[in-house]
């Protein structure tokens, strides 16, 4: 009988057996352990083979490629090894900030946006240079559905097995606004779809400790790029919304550089990215418009069949809850909505939140379109300023503290109570107020019930001349006088939120500064 299998000897013959057992050698325990040690190298050696082949067959035969494979590493069989590697990628630190599905645009919508961009993911689009086309950027003005856009978007290249990973920014979390957290984000996803690739970072992480997000060079993001194993068949995608959110005028450029950079040497590799036409990111994509594929959401033909789609079933909800007969409002209210929303989405949900807790939504309605001939984002901002005099007493100096308060801390979601104290005003009216503007504020159940603006058009609004309108035909005094008046008769304690505050109105109302080339228009935020 042969001693030798799969290239191992077992070292093992009758005369070592006998002479072990006689003369004082190992116990029986201890020669099945070392057999069983040699057996398992065996077995080893021979599933190596077997689970490549087996990968080689399901990768001829499936619709999941050999890199695809999420959870089987055929260079790293052992999980132990996969777990350590994974809590080694946690220095990278990623922002969980990725697309949800509650937050698409409603079915039947955008269709056809949607099918253009899968085409142009898949290279179908029937351009010419199509593969040298990388990176998507979908502009266009506040509430025109950029990030519902973009959840959808998501949704649908992940159902096609086509998406890495997205990035919502949000100017009012700490987290989503450092543009620092994408690209270790976008590692991150790679490293847990590709276990080879996983392996690559998690070695380069393990030599360098000092290596973190902050510490973290652009040649290291492209040189991870191009070391990435068994290339992709089809396009992978990543999806960053909401640019103009994160960062600022100086960092979002070098940003695109590198992700543009990245996709230009990596075939399989797209970037969509939706924002505002703020100035940096516009000269940005003008500069390489040979590489990048630029859309201006305003220009969707569909989108005024979708807008109206949507405003119906919105109205349809208000009707039910408030017992109207539908369809609800008549033909000619209806058309002066969809004529004063311009495309924008945000003012049909901004409108039918604040008519459904009303008594008589009719008389609601009918003082929000009174007296305005404005359309788009001027509509939109005469639109907040009827919600507040009709929910708010707006003389109440007590309430545009609050809203100081909430303005001028744009990355921590404030309690009632905390805002009740910065402002030094009753709890119990915060709480009514909040209610009252539930159209415009809401509280964020994930972060501990803060309170949030539900659009970055409502921040805006309150930051803007255009609230300081509501506030003058109260007979109030200006902003800087009031902040400056309000400032002098409070605690220590809330003097600092009214010196920021006081700085925001003072650029706000500086001509040079809102006539300025560098403040975007403010019909295309």
Not at 399 to 424: G, K, N
């Amino acid at each position: 009988m042969s001693n030798v299998v799969g290239g191992h000897s077992l070292g093992l013959t009758s005369a070592n057996i006998s002479a072990e057992r006689t003369i004082g050698g190992p116990t029986y325990q201890e020669m099945i352990e070392e057999m069983d040690r040699e057996l398992n190298n065996i077995i080893e050696d021979f599933n190596r083979p077997v689970y490549v082949e087996a990968f080689r067959i399901a990768n001829e035969t499936s619709k999941l490629s050999f890199s695809q494979l999420l959870i089987v590493d055929p260079q790293e069989f052992g999980v132990e090894r996969a777990e350590q590697e994974r809590v080694e990628l946690r220095r990278l630190r990623p922002a969980e900030a990725g697309y949800h599905h509650e937050f698409r645009c409603m079915d039947g919508t955008r269709q056809s946006l949607l099918n253009h961009i899968a085409d142009w993911v898949t290279n179908k689009s029937g351009q010419k240079n199509v593969q040298q086309i990388n990176t998507y950027w979908l502009y266009g003005a506040p509430g025109i559905g950029k990030t519902s856009l973009a959840h959808s978007i998501c949704a649908s290249l992940h159902e096609r097995n086509h998406l890495v990973g997205a990035f919502f920014c949000r100017r009012d979390d700490p987290h989503l606004s450092e543009p620092l957290n994408i690209i270790p984000t976008f590692i991150y996803k790679l490293a847990m779809l590709f276990p080879l690739f996983r392996t690559i970072v998690a070695k380069h992480l393990r030599d360098d400790p000092n290596l973190t997000p902050q510490s973290m060079k652009a040649s290291l993001f492209l040189d991870f790029i191009r070391s990435f194993p068994h290339h992709p068949e089809h396009s992978l995608v990543f999806v960053i919304d909401a640019l103009d959110e994160c960062g600022d005028a100086r960092s979002r450029p070098d940003l695109l550089r590198l992700l543009t950079s990245a996709a230009a040497q990596a075939p399989w590799l797209k970037i969509i990215i939706t924002s505002r036409t703020e100035v940096d990111i516009q000269l940005f994509f003008d500069t390489f418009t040979q590489t990048s594929h630029l859309y201006d959401l305003a220009t969707d033909q569909d989108a005024s069949a979708d807008l109206q789609t949507f405003a119906r079933t919105q109205f349809d909800l208000v009707a039910s809850v408030r017992y109207l007969d539908t369809p609800w409002p008549k033909e000619s209210d209806f058309n002066r909505i969809i004529s004063r929303a311009n495309g924008l989405f945000i003012f049909i949900k901004t409108l039918a939140l604040a008519l459904e807790p009303c008594e008589d939504p009719e008389e609601v309605l009918k003082a929000a379109l009174q007296d305005s001939a404005e359309i788009g984002l001027e509509s939109l901002y005469e639109l907040y300023s009827s919600i507040l005099k009709t929910q708010i007493v707006p003389q109440s100096a007590e309430f545009w503290r609050m809203i100081r308060v909430l303005t001028t801390s744009p990355y921590h979601a404030l309690s009632d109570h905390a805002i009740a104290e910065r402002a030094e005003v009753k709890p119990n009216l915060v709480k009514e107020w909040v209610d009252a503007l539930s159209s415009l504020l809401y509280r964020d159940e994930a972060g501990n019930r803060g309170i949030r603006v539900r659009h970055l058009s409502v921040y805006d609004f309150f930051v803007s001349d255009k609230s300081n309108n509501v506030r003058h035909s109260s007979h109030l005094a200006t902003p800087i006088q009031e902040s400056i008046s309000t400032s002098a008769n409070v605690s220590p304690r809330v003097c600092i939120s009214f010196k920021c505050a006081l700085l925001v109105d003072i650029f706000a109302n500086l001509p040079l500064v809102r006539d300025s080339t560098t403040h975007p228009n403010p019909v295309l935020l």
